[in-house]
Nanobody, 116 residues
């Protein structure tokens, strides 16, 4: 079992920055991929960024060059630095931990609101 808790969301003006954190507890040494997803009202949950235990990162095209995912020593916590935020980045952001190929854990989410 893995428990995830996100923090760092809030209200920011367009062009501003936020840093999200995802703390993990439980069987964290079994985690091989951690990711950030987001879900806006009326839309499906989408991948924002992910990072593997080997440090390989993957980003959605919409956030490349603006967001950076990172983790210390290949383990949680994992961070999402979000710069140059846009109103379309407004969503609930979720942290996800993957163990093996098919076991997933989700956090409860943190709201990010970007005003124009």
């Amino acid at each position: 079992q893995v428990q995830l808790v996100e923090s760092g969301g809030g209200l920011v003006q367009a062009g501003g920055s936020l840093r999200l954190s995802c703390a993990a507890s439980g069987s964290i040494f079994s985690i091989n991929i951690m990711g950030w997803y987001r879900q806006a009202p009326g839309k499906e949950r989408e991948l924002v960024a992910s990072i593997s235990s080997g440090g390989y990162t993957n980003y959605a095209d919409s956030v490349k060059g603006r967001f950076t995912i990172s983790r210390d020593n290949a383990k949680p916590p994992v961070y999402l630095q979000m710069n140059n935020l846009k109103p379309e980045d407004t969503a609930v952001y979720f942290c996800k931990a993957t163990i093996g190929m098919s076991v997933y854990y989700w956090g409860q989410g943190t709201q990010v609101t970007v005003s124009s």
